[in-house]
Structure formats: structure tokens, C-alpha cells
């Protein structure tokens, strides 16, 4: 009793800390690349307005970035406090990446440092675009590392067990899962996709809010550009990983889809509730599942029934799937007519209500984010370690886990509410008219 | 003891947490003495000193703490399974000090200044808090506060609070903490040229160098009376602990005669160091006494020697970063004097 109770309440506390900190990864992980593509574009114009949208936007990031540490650390830790039983498994065939990782911190953290603190030290502005490289790189890295070690919680290979102890371990099969080359690939493409949305979310505010000034429009104009292009790789990725779940976790997918019987020419339900094993007012999509499951109209799909009870995840993940696509969809959408209506010089997309659909977008991306991880993780359900390991056998036993539920949950809040406010405060005092105007009276004063 | 990979793998750890303890002790020493003066409205003489160094590499800092406890699960899984289960409370409570620092360098030297004082009063404390949160795990390592319950490792809380051994690794943690970092900063403020924060620290440096000296010989008495065993191996390696003591001399020579500060904090660097490394080989092969040794938690070879290659392979692209990144903000001297401001 007390036994199952701890492993509920570590998973509470697992999704408290990661459900908060991929937030801040996955700005971590986007913004770098935006920072670099705003001030290439800056340089290559010579326009200033790019370079100094290039300086905004780092100057939140280190904010975002110093949470991401904090909250990073946390989630560190956590896995061996919450989870011992499961890391001292996950420490004999996948501590390689988690090692990898803290190398691909240490890049960004030191580049990061440099970067930032050197803003117009250089006469040349490609040697400081240079000192982004790094910091790109190195964020990027460090989601491909920790999804490669998530990926082999769904796909766990590279090992045997024999009389309960592990032996053949291969270090790099445990790496190249089938799982891993789509969520890698899923997980870095939608950083990007969310952090280019967020940023227009940003521009399309100021819009909304009056401002004129074509610096916005600039913003606005890039980061939907960037938008469209990440969209699409996200959902031509996201079909692969649908192809990976019906070849690997078909359970998963069958849990997502509410596809109880095993059947040839299966229709995506969408929404809808469940009466029983019935889905109603339910949208359905003819072959839609058997075309992603596989790819093929007729081909057959593995249905709930083929499995055991106690290993089919909760069936209401189906909702977080729904979530995720549906978001996917919208982006992909107003970002496609904002480009076409920009290229052929349609007005309404200058218009609040197009603004404000923009304004949402990027929230959207975010609540995609959540509802992924969301998804893959309670349809992993139960096991922790698919096949081998569930989640009430790797949980600890301590029996202190609910207080630092509480505790940790204040922080988070406290760290949220602090995010909001430091930015909030620091881009009103000072505006990019203000900004634009002061550099332009630095210049007039002759150089420094 | 022969170089096995279990040694190269408890070495390259040990080597980290050094490098922690020094970059860390700086980074909380800093935090204290900031909120001490500004509590005796001396003016913040600390603060730009703070801003100037410790904003640009405290996210470092922190991944040589992260870089410990990756590596060494990876290195010695089994540690997952006692200090994992049994450190959930003093672990949370330490990352929660973490966060308040962290979120220190972002809310109020980053971002939009939120000075106020109860705030510099916060990440003040709490770079006392942490090494007295953190420096207990090597009490418990010393064995005799964790239980077998069912089969499970528990910790013996009033075990713990009413050792003598747990209260003056805290307070040598405290002092060494104080110590490293006012020595540190001696050296930075006079680098800066800035001759009254010096003046501060060197009187802080000196203040601290005895209650330093005197808690780590404490603990060594501490030891005899509840790990006899650890004790007779420390003993053997006396001769490490006066090289460890004649560099500790030499640290507070050189400070108190106002004379090559740099090579004053080096020397401080080999105390530490000689010290620490003793020590760690006298705990050899206790990770956990009497429950773990390095030969039995290890993980199997193939990991081991992946990991040592990436380890190396890691140090050759850290190493002049880690270069570039201290040319630029320690030893540049129009940076140090803060002539210029670069800031983003
Ligand atoms: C902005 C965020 C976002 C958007 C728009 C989408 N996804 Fe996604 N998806 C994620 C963010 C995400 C994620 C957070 O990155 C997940 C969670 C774990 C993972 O590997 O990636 C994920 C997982 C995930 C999985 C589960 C993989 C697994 O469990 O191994 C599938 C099948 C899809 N996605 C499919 C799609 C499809 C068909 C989309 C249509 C456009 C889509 N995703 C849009
Ligand atoms: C990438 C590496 C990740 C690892 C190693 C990991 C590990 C774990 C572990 C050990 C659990 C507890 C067992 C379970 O309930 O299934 C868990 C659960 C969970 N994780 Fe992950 N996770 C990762 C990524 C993420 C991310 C980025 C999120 C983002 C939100 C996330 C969300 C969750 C949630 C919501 C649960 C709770 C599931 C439930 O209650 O059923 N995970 N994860
Ligand atoms: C179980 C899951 C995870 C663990 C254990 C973990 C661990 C960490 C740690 C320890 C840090 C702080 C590093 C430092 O001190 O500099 C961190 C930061 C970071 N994490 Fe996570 N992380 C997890 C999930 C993720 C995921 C899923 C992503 C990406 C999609 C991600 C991306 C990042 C990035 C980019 C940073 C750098 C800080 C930032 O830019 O915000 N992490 N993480």
C-alpha cells in the first residue's frame, strides 16, 4: 500500500518538475537558433533592426536560460531520488548519453557566458555571431542526448538479463533504439517550431498594442517564415513517429487512437468520448489511422485487444494525441497564409483579429509541447522501462516524497510568476523606440 | 592499488567535486559577504565585484555539480540505489537553495534589477545553507546513519543530527567556504584595482583562516572516536596533511604581508587539494561504509570504457572553452576594472 503509494506520488512530483522545466529546455533549446538567424540576417543586410532583435531576444533568453538550469539541476537529481531503483539499471546501459549531456552543458553554459557578456567588444560582428555557434549547438545536443535516453525508456535494447543481472551491455545499441532517430528528430524540430511561434507571439503583441514601428514587422515576418518551415518538418516527423508507435508500442498508438480491435483500413478518431469501448461524436477520418499507422489506406493495425489489461495505458491520452495534432494543423495553417498573403500583398493579415490569432499561436505551441511529452509518457504506462521495468518497481521508498511535493510546487510557482514579471518589466523600460532612439543619439555624439 | 578503472572512474569524480567545492566556495562565499555588507551599509563594495565575475560563469559552476552526480551514476549505479533513496530530503532542500542563487544572477543582475534587500539577504544565506545541506553526505558516507528497513536504506535522521562528526564537517564546510572565497576575492578586487573591497576581503581572508584551520584538524579527531578504521588510514598519510598545512601558511603569509595575492590563492588551491585528495584515499574503497565499495557498485566494463573515452574526448573540447572563457573574464584587465561594459 505504502509501496504503491510513493510511486504515485513520485510521478507527481516527476511531471510537477519536467512538465515545468521543458518550458524553459525548450526555449533553451529554439531561441539559440533564432538569436543566430536574426543577426546573420542583420549582418548580411547591414540592418540594424535584425542586429538589435538578435540583442532583445538574448537578453530574455539568459533569463529563460538561468530557470532552464535551475529547474534542469532539479530534474537531474530527481531521477536518482524518485526513481533509484530504475536509474541504477539506466546507469549500466544508458549512462553514456546522460554523460554526454552534462559535456554538451558545459559548451553552452561557458559560450553563453561569453557571448553575452561581449556584445559589441568585437569590431568585427561575425566573430561574436561566431561565439553563438556554440551555444546552439550545445542546447541543441543537450535535448538530443536526454531524448536518446527517454527514447530507450520506450524502446530498451542493447542489453540482456539473466538471472536478474545485466549482462551484454552495449553501450551504443542502447543509443540507436528504434525509438530514437523520430523522437530526436520530433523533439528538436518542435523546439524550433515553438520558440519561432513564441517570438512572433511577441511581435504580434506590440501590433496589437499600436506600435507601428517596422521593426515589428520585421520580427513578425521572420519568425512566421521560420514557422512555416518548422511546421512542416514537424508534422512529416511526426507522421514517422506515429510510424514508429504502431511498429514498436502499437499499444501506445491503439491507447491514443481508441482502437480496440485489430483491423485492416482503420479510421483516425478524433475527439469525441468513450461509452464503453464506442467512441462518440467522435470526428472520424476513413483510413486516416491505417495511412499513419503504416501508410497504406487498407493495411492493418494492432487493436487494444491483443494485449494484456494491466499493459494498456489510459485510454485518455487520446485527448493529449488530439491535442498535439490539432495544434500541429493550426500552426502549420495560419503560418501558410500569413506567407501566402504577405507574398501576394493581402492586407488582412495586418489586421487585429489576423494579430490576434498570431498572439495565440504561440501558447499553442506550447500547450502542443506539453500534451506531446504528455502523451508519450503516461503511454508508456506502466512500465517505466518498457517490458522490463514498471514504474511501482523502480520508485523509491522514502516516505517523504508528498512534502516535497509541496515544496517544489511553491518553487516552481514562485520561479513562473518570477519569469513573468523580470521580463515583463524589463522590455517596458525599455522599448525598441527607446532603444533604436539612444543608439541613434550614441552614433550622433560621434563613436564612444 | 593498481590503476583499474574503477580507480580512473572514482579519480575523474573526485577530481570534479573538487573543482566544485573551489568554484562553488567562491560563488557562495561571494553571496555572504555581499549581503553582509550591504546589512552594514557599507555600499555594496562587493556587489560589482559579483556582477563583473560571478554573473557570467555561475551556470559553469553549477554543471561541475551536475557533472558529479551524472558521473557517478554512471560510473557506480549502485550509489542510485543507497544515496538515491535515502537523500531525497537534504537533496531537495539543496536544490531549492540552488534555485534561490540561480534565480538570484537571473531576477536581479541579469534582468530587470531587483534589488531589494531581502532578496541579497536570500542568496546570501543561502551560500551558507548549501554547504551545510550538502557537506553531510560526507558524514553519511563515513557509515552509521543509514539503516537496512525490508531491504531498503534509511536514513537515521536523529543519528545524523546528534553526531558530532555530521556538525563539524558542517561547520568546516562553513569556514572553508568563507575562507577559499574571501581569499579569491582578495586577489580579484586588488586585480580591479579596486583598493577598498580588497582591503575588506584580505581582512575577511585573514579572519577566516583560522577557524578554517582549526575545524579541519576538528574533524580529524571526529573521526577517530566513530571510524577508527578511516582514522589509522588517515594517519598513514600524515605527511600529505603538513604539505596540505605549510601551503595553508604560505596562503596566509603571503595575505597578511600584502604580497602577490595571485600566488596566495594558488597556494590555497594545492591546500585544498592535497587535503582533499588524502582524504578522499583514506576513505578508499568505502563509497558508503560498510555497504559499498567502488569494486562492487561499478558498472560493467564496456560503459566503464565508453565512458572514460567520452570523458576524455569531452576534456579536449572543455578545456579550451574553460580557457577562452577565463582569459576573457579573469584575466582580461579592462573587463576585471570593469572599463568597458559589454553586457548583452
Ligand atoms: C509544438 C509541439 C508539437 C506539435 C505541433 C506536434 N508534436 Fe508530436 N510530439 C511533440 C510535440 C509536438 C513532443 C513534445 O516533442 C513529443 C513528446 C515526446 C516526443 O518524443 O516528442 C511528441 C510526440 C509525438 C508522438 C509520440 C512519439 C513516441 O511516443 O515515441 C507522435 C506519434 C507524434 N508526436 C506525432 C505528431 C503528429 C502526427 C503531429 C502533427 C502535426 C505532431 N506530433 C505535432
Ligand atoms: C527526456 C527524458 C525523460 C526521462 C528520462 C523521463 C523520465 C520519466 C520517469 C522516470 C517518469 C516516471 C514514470 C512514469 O510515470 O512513467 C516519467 C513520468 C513522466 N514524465 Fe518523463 N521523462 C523524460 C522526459 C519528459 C519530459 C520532457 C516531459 C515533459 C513534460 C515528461 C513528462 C512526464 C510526465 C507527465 C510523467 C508522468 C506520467 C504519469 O503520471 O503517468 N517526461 N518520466
Ligand atoms: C529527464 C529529463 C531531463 C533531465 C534530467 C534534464 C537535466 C537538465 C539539467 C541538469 C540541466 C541544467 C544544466 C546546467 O547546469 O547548465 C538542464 C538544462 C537544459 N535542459 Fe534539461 N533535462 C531533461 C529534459 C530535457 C529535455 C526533454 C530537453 C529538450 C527538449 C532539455 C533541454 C535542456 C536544455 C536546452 C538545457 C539548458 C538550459 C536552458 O537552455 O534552458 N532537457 N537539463
Redesign the pocket.
Known amino acids: 500500500m505504502v509501496f504503491e503509494d510513493t510511486a504515485l506520488l513520485s510521478r507527481i512530483l516527476t511531471l510537477l518538475t519536467l512538465s515545468f522545466h521543458i518550458i524553459y529546455a525548450t526555449i533553451g533549446v529554439g531561441v539559440p537558433l533564432m538569436i543566430m538567424i536574426a543577426q546573420w540576417v542583420g549582418i548580411k543586410k547591414n540592418d540594424d533592426h535584425y542586429i538589435l532583435m538578435a540583442r532583445r531576444w538574448a537578453r530574455g533568453f539568459v533569463i529563460t536560460v538561468a530557470v532552464g538550469v535551475v529547474t534542469g539541476t532539479a530534474i537531474g537529481l530527481q531521477l536518482s531520488l524518485l526513481w533509484p531503483n530504475f536509474m541504477q539499471v539506466a546507469g549500466n546501459v544508458i549512462a553514456l548519453p546522460l554523460f554526454m549531456e552534462v559535456f554538451a552543458f558545459f559548451f553552452e553554459a561557458i559560450f553563453l557566458g561569453i557571448y553575452l557578456y561581449t556584445w559589441d567588444r568585437f569590431e568585427d560582428q561575425r566573430k561574436h555571431l561566431l561565439l553563438l555557434i556554440p551555444v546552439a549547438l550545445g542546447a541543441a545536443a543537450s535535448s538530443v542526448f536526454i ?1 536518446i535516453v ?1 527514447a530507450f525508456m ?1 524502446s530498451p535494447q542493447g542489453f540482456e538479463v539473466l538471472n536478474g543481472e545485466l549482462v551484454n551491455v552495449s553501450p551504443f545499441l542502447a543509443i540507436f533504439n528504434p ?1 530514437m532517430p ?2 530526436v528528430a ?2 528538436v524540430a ?1 523546439a524550433f ?2 520558440c519561432a511561434f513564441l517570438l512572433a507571439s511577441i511581435a504580434a503583441l506590440r501590433m496589437i498594442r499600436g506600435s507601428n514601428h517596422i521593426y515589428h514587422k520585421k520580427a513578425l515576418h521572420l519568425t512566421m517564415k521560420l514557422g512555416l518551415v518548422f511546421a512542416i518538418a ?2 512529416i516527423i ?2 514517422f ?2 510510424k ?2 504502431a511498429e514498436y ?1 502499437p499499444e ?1 498508438l491503439a491507447a491514443a487512437e481508441w482502437h480496440f480491435e485489430t483491423e485492416e483500413g482503420a479510421d483516425l478518431v478524433l475527439f469525441g468520448v468513450l461509452d464503453g469501448e464506442e467512441p462518440k461524436y467522435a470526428i472520424r477520418i476513413p483510413y486516416a489511422l491505417s495511412i ?1 499507422a503504416h501508410g497504406l489506406p487498407d493495411s492493418e493495425v494492432t487493436g487494444l485487444n491483443e494485449f494484456p489489461k494491466d499493459e494498456v495505458p489510459p485510454l485518455w491520452i487520446h485527448y493529449l494525441f488530439d491535442t ?2 490539432s ?3 493550426w ?2 495553417f495560419i503560418s501558410f497564409v500569413y506567407f501566402v498573403a504577405s507574398w501576394r500583398g493581402w492586407k488582412f493579415i495586418k489586421q487585429k483579429w489576423f494579430l490576434w490569432l498570431t498572439l495565440i499561436s504561440g501558447p499553442l ?1 506550447l500547450v ?2 506539453e500534451a ?2 504528455w ?2 509518457e503516461v ?1 508508456r504506462q506502466p512500465w517505466i522501462l518498457r517490458g522490463y521495468m514498471t514504474v511501482e518497481e523502480a520508485a523509491t521508498t522514502s516516505g517523504q516524497v508528498d512534502l516535497m511535493i509541496i515544496l517544489f510546487a511553491g518553487l516552481y510557482f514562485i520561479l513562473g510568476i518570477g519569469t513573468i514579471v523580470v521580463l515583463l518589466r524589463m522590455y517596458k523600460r525599455n522599448p525598441i523606440e527607446k532603444e533604436l532612439a539612444d543608439r541613434e543619439a550614441q552614433r550622433d555624439g560621434g563613436k564612444e | 592499488m593498481t590503476l583499474t578503472l574503477e580507480i580512473i572512474g572514482i579519480s575523474v569524480l573526485w577530481l570534479f567535486l573538487f573543482l566544485y567545492v573551489i568554484v562553488a566556495s567562491i560563488d557562495f562565499g561571494a553571496g555572504f559577504f555581499n549581503a553582509y555588507s550591504a546589512f552594514t551599509n557599507k555600499q555594496h563594495i562587493l556587489t560589482n565585484i559579483i556582477q563583473r565575475y560571478l554573473s557570467p560563469v555561475w551556470e559553469v559552476t553549477n554543471v561541475f555539480f551536475v557533472f558529479f552526480f551524472v558521473g557517478i551514476i554512471g560510473f557506480f549505479p549502485q550509489t542510485a540505489f543507497y544515496y538515491g533513496t535515502t537523500l531525497l530530503v537534504p537533496a531537495s532542500i539543496a536544490l531549492v537553495l540552488l534555485a534561490i542563487r540561480g534565480s538570484y544572477y537571473a531576477f536581479a543582475t541579469y534582468g530587470a534589477k531587483i534589488n531589494h534587500r531581502g532578496y541579497i539577504y536570500m542568496y546570501g544565506l543561502s551560500g551558507l545553507l548549501l554547504p551545510a545541506a550538502l557537506s553531510p553526505v560526507l558524514a553519511i558516507s563515513e557509515g552509521g546513519f543509514i539503516n537496512m528497513v525490508d531491504g531498503n536504506p534509511q536514513l537515521d535522521y536523529w543519528a545524523l543530527f546528534t553526531s558530532p562528526l555530521m556538525w563539524s564537517i558542517v561547520v568546516l564546510s562553513l569556514t572553508a567556504v568563507l575562507y577559499i572565497s574571501a581569499v579569491f576575492l582578495t586577489w580579484y578586487a586588488n586585480k580591479a584595482g579596486d583598493v577598498k573591497a580588497t582591503d575588506l576581503m584580505r581582512k575577511y581572508a585573514l579572519i577566516w583562516a583560522g577557524p578554517a584551520i582549526i575545524t579541519a584538524t576538528g574533524i580529524i579527531y571526529e573521526l577517530r572516536g566513530h571510524s577508527p578504521e578511516h582514522y589509522e588510514n588517515l594517519i598513514g598519510l600524515w605527511w600529505v596533511f603538513a604539505i596540505s598545512f605549510l601551503l595553508f601558511a604560505g596562503t596566509v603569509y603571503l595575505i597578511w604581508k600584502r604580497r602577490n595575492y595571485g600566488l596566495a590563492f594558488i597556494l590555497l588551491v594545492g591546500q585544498f587539494f592535497t587535503a582533499f585528495f588524502a582524504y578522499g584515499f583514506s576513505h578508499f574503497p568505502y563509497l558508503l561504509y560498510p555497504y559499498l565499495t567502488i569494486y562492487d557498485s561499478f558498472t560493467n566494463e564496456t560503459m566503464a570504457i565508453a565512458l572514460i573515452v567520452a570523458f576524455i574526448a569531452g576534456l579536449g573540447l572543455l578545456l579550451p572553452s574553460l580557457y577562452l572563457l577565463f582569459r576573457l573574464f579573469l584575466f582580461d584587465k579592462e573587463y576585471v576594472k570593469g572599463k568597458s561594459d559589454y553586457h548583452a
Open positions: 531524448t527517454n520506450n525509438a523520430t523522437k520530433h523533439v518542435t517550431l515553438t514537424t508534422a511526426g507522421d513517429s506515429g514508429y508507435l508500442q501506445k499513419l498535439m495534432v495544434i500541429g494543423m500552426l502549420a505551441a502542443a509541447i506531446g511529452w502523451f508519450t503511454g
